[in-house]
């Protein structure tokens, strides 16, 4: 099992930063991939962004491609989310994600990730 935590959220005011941290703990070899989704009231979770832990490589949400970055840090275990530019819509609560297979393909499906953090709310006023 992989445990994961989520942490730096808050309120901020748009245009903004914010950066996003997630850590894992367990079996953590078993991780091919880390993402983030996030969620707003009555609906469903949605991709932003991907990292392959093995060689960093990282993929992104058409919505938040240029303003959002992710990466991970191998040693420490944890990914993280840079996000810039923050605007209201991106008002959510944001959940990392662990996949221990990952493909490209479906990197946007709930279903390729494993493990699921307890999200962490991003508020965004205009």
């Known amino acids: 099992q992989v445990q994961l935590v989520e942490s730096g959220g808050g309120s901020v005011q748009a245009g903004t930063s914010l950066r996003l941290s997630c850590v894992a703990s367990g079996r953590t070899a078993n991780i091919d991939a880390m993402g983030w989704f996030r969620q707003t009231p009555g609906k469903d979770q949605i991709f932003v962004a991907a990292?392959?832990?093995?060689?960093?490589?990282?993929y992104y949400a058409d919505s938040v491609k240029g303003r959002f970055s992710i990466s991970r840090d191998k040693l420490k275990r944890t990914a993280f989310l840079q996000m810039n530019g923050l605007k209201p819509d991106d008002t959510a609560v944001y959940y990392c994600?662990?996949?221990?297979?990952?493909?490209?393909?479906?990197?946007?499906?709930?279903?390729?990730?494993?493990?699921w953090g307890q999200g962490t709310q991003v508020t965004v006023s205009s």
């Open positions: 994600a662990a996949a221990r297979r990952f493909e490209v393909a479906a990197m946007t499906w709930m279903t390729t990730y494993d493990y």
């Open positions: 990292v392959r832990w093995t060689d960093g490589k990282d």
